[in-house]
């Protein structure tokens, strides 16, 4: 049996991100999968974690050394100690030696932890794969033209590409999730182009998908109630956190504008983060905490647009997934997410986002989009099909194809 094991900086159970759902995809095609991570929430290391994520995610940490089992794999909590920045799992030769896997996939080349497990591999015989889920539009050198000798750049050139280069080395493939992400690896995480494959991150299709029927009319109908929102407004929700870099206050100032205009929308935010107060004050708005990610298809079917302003999410996935219609941004480069199911505004201008809003104002307009996302997320971006062509990969890797 192929033993998989994932080497990661962070782990919350109550998180829908990929080292939660893949492994237990893979779990079904026969493999032994285990994952090693230290006792953090993902995004400890951002200044707002305590204010935005703090509460939601560290609930889901487990107690360091703990071994537990979920959905079918291992998951192995250890202490850690912080080093130069990042993050280093105490113990963790002894833990993959004990292990002794037969593939290890990392989902970073950045750090401590894709470095030692890189240089581990000649002396424990694993096949090691990496990834980056690094997008362009959350890393400024990928945005503009840089001289090499920039110091920005010298700096990303030591810190960044030179490591990165040295994990390679030891590495059989690096997945990115998107284009640029493919991108941002090769030109600034120092990965060969050779090595360097898209692979798009999943959506877990057990969870998000359309549901039609009287039962699912009821519970969308019970939900919009408790929320106060009337049968014929159009409900608009963004998931995630509230912050500068995601800006849901876009989404909320082009609710409140089309709402001054007699139009029946409103806006659901389902997070929390810094813009919190300020989408409280405006018209329509309607702000709640995070949820576990299970719960989260539950919300998308009360909605009847998606929106996420700026930055990519993976939320965008789930309620394509969902059969919602998806409204992104005119800068974002994955648009493989969006083909055929989504619209694109100006980045940051609530005027013409309200103007896209309106185009989706119909039954039929909206229905045509949701339609072609939920199939293309179940085709295309199923945890399902991404688990089997893992596999593939890590059987030819093992076979020396």
């Known amino acids: 049996m192929m033993r998989i094991v994932f080497v990661t900086d962070s782990f919350a159970k109550n998180m829908g991100y990929s080292v939660n759902t893949l492994p237990r995809y893979l779990t079904r095609l026969g493999a032994d999968v285990h994952i090693v991570t230290p006792a953090l929430a993902p995004?400890?290391?951002?200044?707002?974690?305590?204010?935005?994520?703090?509460?939601?995610?560290?609930?889901?940490?487990?107690?360091?050394?703990?071994?537990?089992?979920?959905?079918?794999?291992?998951?192995?909590?250890?202490?850690?100690?912080?080093?130069?920045?990042?993050?280093?799992?105490?113990?963790?030769?002894?833990?993959?030696?004990?292990?002794?896997?037969?593939?290890?996939?990392?989902?970073?080349?950045?750090?401590?932890?894709p470095l030692e497990v890189a240089l581990m591999q000649p002396f424990l015989g694993y096949k090691f794969f990496t990834g980056n889920h690094t997008t362009a539009s959350v890393f400024p050198l990928a945005q503009r033209e840089s001289h090499i000798w920039e110091p920005a750049r010298l700096k990303s050139i030591v810190t960044r590409a030179f490591?990165?280069?040295?994990?390679?080395?030891?590495?059989?493939?690096?997945?990115?999730?998107?284009?640029?992400?493919?991108?941002?690896?090769?030109?600034?995480?120092?990965?060969?182009?050779?090595?360097?494959e898209e692979c798009p991150l999943g959506v877990d299709t057990e969870i998000f998908y359309p549901r039609v029927g009287l039962e699912a009319e009821s519970s969308r109908r019970d939900r919009r109630?408790?929320?106060?929102?009337?049968?014929?407004?159009?409900?608009?929700?963004?998931?995630?956190?509230?912050?500068?870099?995601?800006?849901?206050?876009?989404?909320?100032?082009?609710?409140?504008?089309?709402?001054?205009?007699?139009?029946?929308?409103?806006?659901?935010?389902?997070?929390?983060?810094?813009?919190?107060?300020?989408?409280?004050?405006?018209?329509?708005?309607?702000?709640?905490?995070?949820?576990?990610?299970r719960e989260l298809a539950d919300w998308f079917?009360?909605?009847?647009?998606?929106?996420?302003?700026?930055q990519e999410s993976t939320s965008m996935l789930d309620a394509a997934a969902c059969g919602l219609p998806i409204v992104v941004n005119d800068t974002i480069e994955a648009l493989d997410r969006i083909d055929g199911n989504g619209l694109v505004y100006r980045?940051?201008?609530?005027?013409?986002?309200?103007?896209?809003?309106?185009?989706?104002?119909?039954?039929e307009a909206r229905r045509k989009l949701g339609d072609v996302g939920a199939s293309r997320m179940a085709s295309l971006f199923s945890w399902t099909a991404i688990a089997r062509r893992r596999m593939t990969d890590y059987e030819n890797a093992v076979a020396g194809r």
């Not at 980045?347 to 039954?363: E, G, K």
Request: hydrophobic share 40%; net charge neutral; proline share 5%.
């Open 43 to 113: 995004y400890y290391r951002r200044e707002d974690f305590a204010t935005t994520y703090g509460q939601f995610s560290n609930s889901g940490v487990s107690a360091p050394g703990s071994v537990e089992e979920l959905d079918g794999y291992t998951l192995h909590t250890t202490e850690f100690e912080r080093l130069l920045g990042h993050v280093r799992i105490k113990g963790l030769h002894a833990k993959l030696k004990a292990l002794q896997p037969t593939i290890v996939q990392q989902q970073s080349t950045m750090g401590w932890l």
């Open 163 to 196: 490591p990165g280069r040295i994990v390679s080395m030891f590495s059989e493939k690096c997945y990115a999730t998107t284009a640029d992400c493919a991108r941002v690896a090769r030109d600034f995480y120092g990965q060969p182009a050779r090595i360097v």
């Open 225 to 293: 109630d408790k929320l106060g929102v009337l049968p014929e407004e159009l409900l608009c929700v963004y998931s995630g956190r509230f912050a500068e870099d995601k800006n849901p206050v876009v989404l909320a100032r082009a609710v409140a504008s089309l709402r001054a205009q007699g139009l029946p929308f409103r806006a659901l935010f389902v997070g929390s983060g810094a813009q919190e107060d300020r989408l409280g004050e405006f018209d329509g708005s309607i702000v709640h905490p995070f949820v576990p990610f």
């Open 301 to 310: 079917h009360a909605a009847d647009i998606g929106v996420w302003p700026t």
């Open 347 to 363: 980045l940051n201008d609530s005027d013409d986002l309200a103007r896209v809003l309106r185009t989706l104002i119909t039954n």
